[in-house]
């Protein structure tokens, strides 16, 4: 695996801005097929193992963590909305799965062991066009994410809630 450092991966992912996994994979066409415009995994699935030259894993712990970096990978859609003029998140981004035993055994978020990958995480945003195929998706902007004092504190409260209705026998939803 190739040495990297923090810098060397915020360089990398801001170099793939205004492109597509197929100009920066070198991708051709025999490459892609009907399931890759289908399945959304799979935009992060190059992003992580091709370009990135990670691992594939559902390990709680951050992604880049085997190279010695506390930095989570995550990908998202966005997608025009015409009527209004703007463009939303194509859907919600799952973080990571929860723990119960973990959250009980831990009343602050931040000493939680499967959420501590969401304090330092880069974002890679990608433009979802509905008929246009996963490695021909733009990718828009590429940033790092830290929650600040204010998100910190805010988590905490979902994070308590949360916290009580699994003491209070509660199954939680993603709505949690």
């Given amino acids: ?34 399931n890759s415009m289908k399945n959304k995994s799979n935009f992060a699935r190059f992003i992580e193992r091709d370009y990135f030259n990670l691992p594939l ?5 951050p992604d880049f963590r085997e190279i010695g970096i506390e930095l989570e990978l995550k990908t998202s859609g966005f997608k025009y909305i015409k009527s209004g003029n703007f463009y939303n998140a194509k859907e919600r981004i799952t973080l990571t799965q929860i723990d119960y035993n973990d959250v009980i055994e831990n009343e602050k978020w931040t000493d939680n062991s499967h959420l501590n990958k969401v304090k330092n995480i880069l974002f890679i ?8 195929s996963t490695i021909d998706r733009k990718i828009i902007y590429t940033f790092i994410w830290s929650p600040s004092e204010l998100q910190s504190e805010l988590i905490q409260k979902d994070y308590a809630l949360m916290r009580e209705n699994i003491i209070n026998g509660r199954h939680l939803s993603g709505s949690d």
């Fill in 125 to 132: 945003v990608y433009l979802f066009e509905k008929n246009v």
């Fill in 1 to 34: 695996m190739n040495k990297l450092t923090t810098k060397n991966i915020i360089d990398k992912a801001k170099y793939l801005e205004g492109k597509t996994l197929r100009e920066v994979l070198k991708l051709n066409k025999s490459g892609d097929s009907e």
């Fill in 57 to 61: 894993n559902s390990d709680s712990k």
